[in-house]
């Protein structure tokens, strides 16, 4: 890919994503995640009202008028986004691939972040970690970020999920928020969510496309799985192997689903071929009401 090129896709990015991180994200990326704690920030003058237990006794005796303390929540966190850059992101069927949901994804949470002066930080994976940038504030290191998505050639042909996660739970000592965007076509990593979940805020962005579920009929069809790249012949044509595959497919994003909902993960399905954005506010104001 040419660097004009690259340029041209960041900065698309970056104005597409601007806007929604005004309008709507910004303020609902600081209510889904919460500071750290309260720190102390100034006295004022009591009001009519005022919590009595706020009261600063100290100022309060030296001036002769009660004052009350301050908090503000300590705001500033860490962002770690961890992207599965498989070779089964290269699917798409209508506006876009399954890579650039997850790219778009991920700019728009940067984006978010650092608005709300949160650091941000990058993973790369397939199976194997691909790279990893420490995190960092600033607009110039998002775009960094969202870069190094764009052009970064994996080394790796599978997905293993697992070794991404315990790779963060390694080095990360602080909590952080960690944002998981996958198709999760992968087994195995129950355990390390599990821990990751305990460790860390996590939340996992599940991207996909409906033709990965649906079939359409277009006669005998060769289908490539990208990661193994084995072939195989499918009648599409075949009312009952549309419905079968259809059939399995479902099944296996309801497991997906059961699995995140047993290990608390929250979640949300996003697919390459509708909007996203009620889907992710939903998620986010999900867990504004519950903290």
Same mark, same amino acid.
């Given at each position: 890919?040419? /660097?004009?090129?690259?340029?041209?896709?960041?900065?698309?990015?970056?104005?597409?994503?601007?806007?929604? !991180?005004?309008?709507?994200?910004?303020?609902?990326?600081?209510?889904?995640?919460?500071?750290?704690?309260?720190?102390? /920030?100034? !006295?004022?003058? =009591? =009001?009519?009202?005022?919590?009595?237990?706020?009261?600063?006794?100290? !100022?309060?005796?030296?001036?002769?008028?009660?004052?009350?303390?301050?908090?503000?929540?300590?705001?500033?966190?860490?962002?770690?986004?961890?992207?599965?850059?498989?070779?089964?992101?290269?699917?798409?069927?209508?506006?876009?691939?399954?890579?650039?949901?997850?790219?778009?994804?991920?700019?728009?949470?940067?984006?978010?972040?650092?608005?709300?002066?949160?650091?941000?930080?990058?993973?790369?994976?397939?199976?194997?970690?691909?790279?990893?940038?420490?995190?960092?504030?600033?607009?110039?290191?998002?775009?960094?970020?969202?870069?190094?998505?764009?052009?970064?050639?994996?080394?790796?042909?599978?997905?293993?999920?697992?070794?991404?996660?315990?790779?963060?739970?390694?080095?990360?000592?602080?909590?952080?928020?960690?944002?998981?965007?996958?198709?999760?076509?992968?087994?195995? $990593?129950?355990?390390?969510?599990?821990?990751?979940?305990?460790?860390?805020?996590?939340?996992?962005?599940?991207?996909?496309?409906?033709?990965?579920?649906?079939?359409?009929?277009?006669?005998? !069809?060769?289908?490539?799985?990208?990661?193994?790249?084995? $072939?195989?012949?499918?009648?599409? /044509?075949?009312?009952?192997?549309?419905?079968?595959?259809?059939?399995?497919?479902?099944?296996?994003?309801?497991?997906?689903?059961?699995?995140?909902?047993?290990?608390?993960?929250?979640?949300?399905?996003?697919?390459?071929?509708?909007?996203?954005?009620? /889907?992710?506010?939903?998620?986010?104001?999900?867990?504004?009401?519950? $903290?």
């Amino acid at each position: 890919m040419q /660097s004009k090129e690259i340029f041209k896709k960041v900065r698309y990015l970056e104005i597409r994503t601007k806007g929604l !991180v005004n309008n709507l994200f910004g303020g609902e990326y600081l209510s889904a995640f919460k500071g750290k704690g309260m720190a102390f /920030s100034e !006295v004022r003058p =009591y =009001y009519f009202g005022d919590d009595i237990r706020l009261i600063d006794w100290n !100022v309060t005796a030296r001036s002769d008028e009660p004052y009350i303390k301050i908090f503000e929540e300590e705001r500033e966190q860490t962002l770690m986004l961890c992207v599965d850059i498989s070779p089964s992101g290269l699917f798409g069927s209508i506006n876009q691939r399954k890579k650039d949901l997850a790219t778009e994804l991920a700019a728009l949470l940067a984006f978010s972040a650092i608005k709300n002066n949160d650091k941000v930080g990058l993973l790369l994976y397939t199976d194997q970690i691909e790279l990893f940038i420490p995190a960092r504030k600033g607009k110039k290191h998002v775009l960094r970020l969202i870069r190094e998505i764009f052009t970064t050639k994996p080394k790796g042909t599978g997905t293993d999920t697992r070794t991404a996660l315990d790779y963060i739970n390694r080095i990360l000592r602080r909590r952080s928020i960690i944002t998981l965007i996958s198709d999760m076509q992968d087994e195995g $990593y129950d355990k390390a969510l599990k821990v990751m979940n305990k460790k860390h805020d996590l939340i996992c962005l599940c991207v996909d496309d409906e033709m990965e579920t649906d079939l359409p009929n277009m006669g005998i !069809v060769p289908l490539l799985d990208t990661e193994t790249k084995a $072939y195989t012949l499918v009648d599409t /044509s075949d009312k009952n192997v549309r419905k079968q595959y259809k059939a399995r497919r479902l099944r296996e994003k309801n497991e997906l689903r059961e699995r995140l909902t047993k290990l608390n993960v929250d979640h949300a399905m996003l697919y390459t071929n509708n909007s996203y954005i009620e /889907s992710l506010i939903n998620l986010f104001q999900k867990r504004h009401n519950r $903290y």
